[in-house]
């Protein structure tokens, strides 16, 4: 049995991942989802490099959430010779379980629905600056951009349904860190969002942050509704410049992204009270809630309309940097 014992831990020792498989290295990283999915899309390697797993958490276009783990390596039962392919099965919170297969030549990745030859799949081709190209006749889905690395990011949306060989498409992946890109991230997590953390600080400079729904305009002012003695609309009144983080606080542990904002706050009257309270009272309809009007918001009424009016929006790119971006 010690026989036996060091014998198996000789060959765990020396047991290395295949080329092929590591040659899928160049997926890892975190990617943005962007089109009719909104999400990210995260590559990283199990502990000894033998398993590549993908973690997906997709919002689609009809509202329906789809959050999974996909596993990609050569199957290997105990004590059997790998296969000849890369398989991977994705598990889904629908309860779905797909396979797939991967199949990397140069620079042309190759993900097949089921088995190999299928008439669904995903190819594209790695350029040399990280971004790739939907091949022509690919039919899991159109492509999308996602940081820092390549590959379809509609594919992942896909993975509940596999498509026929119908509607295929062509598309180009782009990195993310662009301008474009960034400015990107921040109106969708704007617009796709419903509180911002707000933060003031009062006349000696004591902070306090609250969390407040709002309503944007564009994406250089923002709306809330707030009672003039909340601690918050003192310290507006007495400084008026405040900052704004606004995320979506379900995303998975290492996968969040925020919009982080330097603003001035006011309360407001007038004929920016008419323009603005029109703005809110939309957006609450829109959700669901009750309608405002300006007598909603005038004395002697509890609450009062407030606007944050964007000086500077900015995004965490690569190695969670902050960067400026224009939105």
């Known amino acids: 049995m010690a026989e036996e014992n060091n014998e198996a831990r000789r060959y765990q020792q020396s047991a290395e991942p295949a080329s092929d498989l590591r040659a899928l290295d160049r997926l890892v990283g975190e990617w943005r989802v962007s089109g009719d999915a909104q999400g990210r899309v995260t590559y990283e390697w199990m502990k000894g490099s033998f398993f590549l797993i993908q973690r997906v958490d997709l919002l689609q276009e009809d509202g329906q959430m789809i959050t999974g783990l996909e596993i990609i390596s050569y199957e290997k039962p105990f004590g059997a010779e790998p296969s000849e392919q890369i398989k991977s099965r994705f598990y889904s919170n629908a309860g779905d379980t797909i396979d797939y297969v991967y199949e990397l030549e140069g620079d042309t990745l190759t993900i097949w629905a089921g088995e190999r030859g299928s008439p669904a799949f995903y190819r594209g081709t790695f350029g040399k600056d990280g971004s790739t190209r939907t091949a022509p006749g690919s039919t899991l889905g159109k492509a999308a951009t996602r940081p820092p690395l390549p590959e379809s990011a509609k594919r992942c949306q896909d993975r509940r349904r596999p498509l026929s060989g119908r509607g295929r498409r062509r598309g180009k992946m782009k990195k993310m860190g662009s301008q474009k890109d960034l400015g990107a991230i921040a109106r969708s997590i704007i617009d796709s969002n419903f509180y911002m953390t707000l933060g003031t600080a009062d006349g000696d400079g ?105 000086s500077e929006h900015s995004v965490l790119g690569p190695q969670d940097q902050r960067i400026t971006v224009n939105v």
């Open 206 to 310: 004591r902070p306090w942050v609250s969390p407040v729904y709002y309503a944007p305009e564009g994406y250089a002012e923002f709306y809330w509704v707030s009672s003039p003695e909340a601690i918050h609309s003192h310290n507006i009144a007495a400084r008026q410049q405040v900052s704004i983080v606004i995320f979506d606080s379900t995303a998975p542990i290492g996968s969040g992204q925020g919009v982080y904002v330097r603003a001035v706050a006011q309360e407001l009257t007038g004929a920016d009270l008419e323009r603005g309270i029109d703005i809110f009272s939309g957006r609450s309809v829109s959700h669901g809630a009750d309608e405002w009007s300006p007598e909603d918001v005038r004395p002697p009424a509890r609450h009062r309309l407030y606007r944050a009016t964007a």
